[in-house]
């Protein structure tokens, strides 16, 4: 059965682009996508996705805000942030982070192996 992932990120590009790459994977499956927080934390809730992938810079709620959401209604599904500023990010963020893993927008081209680490199939 494949892992089904959700995807928030109000850069429609960068969003349609994630969609169709899981759309394309036998492995996994897109369960949502979102084009706010509010709307990820919502499409979550009623899909209960095995991942997911939240931009850092959306309206309503950003990316680490709703990380803290998540983790609090679903500790164990594994939550990926995406953002410009990487590096920066994993430092700032602690220990006690909500965010299992940061991945640059530039490196997005390899999303598909940062999946698999977190949630192998």
């Not at 109000?10 to 996994?28: P, Q, T, V």
């Not at 959306?58 to 609090?72: C, Q, S, Y």
């Not at 299992?100 to 598909?112: G, P």
Request: aromatic share 4%; net charge negative.
């Amino acid at each position: 059965m494949p892992k089904t992932v959700l995807v928030a990120d109000d850069n429609a590009s960068i969003r349609k682009s994630l969609c169709k790459m899981f759309a394309l994977e036998k492995d996994y499956d897109l369960s949502a996508e979102a084009v706010d927080g509010e709307e990820a934390i919502a499409l979550a809730k009623q899909h209960k996705p095995d991942l997911i992938i939240l931009d850092f810079q959306m309206p309503v709620m950003n990316g680490i805000e709703v990380a803290h959401e998540l983790k609090r209604i679903m500790p164990a599904v594994p939550i990926i942030l995406l953002t410009q500023h990487a590096d920066t990010m994993k430092y700032a963020l602690g220990r006690n982070s909500p965010i299992d893993l940061v991945v640059a927008k530039s490196d997005a081209v390899n999303i598909r192996e940062r999946v698999r680490s977190l949630i192998p199939v």
